[in-house]
């Protein structure tokens, strides 16, 4: 549904996005993720048609986005960084103004724009200015013009940007719930909305992409994946002992009253680890297997990248 083929963008001698190339399938979420300044928001523009590249194509369904791109608005759904609206119109009168535009009239109008506002929570803002709104309810505004048309494809920037905790679960769960059939990228820096909805993630830091995986494979690539963390009560050293004897133990760390036991090659040894403590006697709180962290992943790629454009 989406393609980027070595899509690049220049100003002046600063190249930007450098040769992006990626994919993205119906029924994929893509967390579009990089540093500030790494080209997230830039390639959004270029995918979307309001830039044109320097070198390469984006195509949606198809369609290359510079060379017929009423054809390929159609199928997309764009919600900008910032979400802007006229701030003197309130929700009605912009998802109107929005559907006019996408050739919604009569009753398809009201029942699509009665869909946005009900997906989107707007219905007790519906008739205020827009400059009166909280950033949140302005976001939401930007969703549903987004949702309007029911687009096989959603470009997404920052979605959750300036909701609250509740907002934010709500917009997620919409997300999840409409990705079946439609192809959807979210450009974000929030890493648990990676792992909350989306499947995959594409990583870029300097315009060029560092990363093409699902999040939890990017998880496990991180040194703290597979460890088996355990709190005891007493008996620290006893604990070590008896789990330095298991053969696929690499490694056992005592910090504090945590002890932290790293597997061999990456084998799962959570019933030999919780035998070996029960057989020596040892009292403990709490065992569980890390699963890595996202964050840390994302720090070892993008170190020391941040750039001056968007």
């Not at 192809?183 to 890493?191: E, M, V, Y």
């Not at 699963?291 to 170190?303: E, K, M, N, P, S």
Request: some cysteine; aromatic content about 4%.
């Amino acid at each position: 549904m989406i393609e980027l083929d070595k899509l690049t963008k220049r100003f002046g001698p600063v190249t930007v996005v450098d040769g992006l190339s990626f994919t993205v399938a119906r029924g994929e979420v893509l967390g579009f993720l990089g540093p500030n300044g790494a080209g997230k928001s830039t390639t959004m523009k270029m995918l979307t048609g309001f830039l044109k590249p320097s070198a390469g194509r984006a195509l949606v369904a198809g369609i290359d986005v510079e060379k017929n791109p009423i054809a390929a608005k159609k199928h997309m759904g764009y919600l900008p960084e910032g979400a802007p609206a006229w701030p003197d119109m309130s929700p009605a009168g912009f998802l109107a103004f929005c559907a006019a535009i996408r050739g919604l009239d009569g009753k398809a109008a009201q029942a699509a724009i009665a869909k946005a506002v009900d997906r989107t929570t707007l219905k007790d803002v519906l008739h205020q200015p827009i400059d009166t709104l909280s950033k949140g309810f302005k976001r939401r505004v930007g969703l549903a013009q987004a949702l309007l048309h029911d687009p096989d494809i959603l470009i997404l920037d920052e979605p959750t940007d300036g909701l609250d905790p509740n907002q934010k679960h709500e917009v997620r769960r919409l997300i999840r719930d409409i990705s079946a059939d439609k192809a959807i990228i979210i450009s974000t820096h929030i890493l648990e909305e990676v792992e909350a909805i989306c499947s995959r993630a594409v990583v870029i830091a300097r315009g060029k992409m560092v990363a093409d995986a699902t999040p939890q494979a990017l998880e496990a690539k991180t040194a703290g994946h597979n460890v088996m963390a355990i709190v005891v009560v007493s008996d620290a050293e006893r604990a070590r002992k008896a789990l330095e004897a298991i053969p696929e133990v690499e490694k056992v760390e005592i910090i504090g009253k945590r002890i932290l036991v790293t597997p061999k090659a990456g084998l799962a040894i959570g019933p030999q680890v919780a035998s070996a403590l029960v057989s020596a006697g040892v009292i403990f709180e709490e065992i569980r297997r890390e699963h890595g962290r996202l964050d840390d992943v994302f720090r070892a790629l993008t170190r020391g990248e941040e750039q001056i454009y968007a």
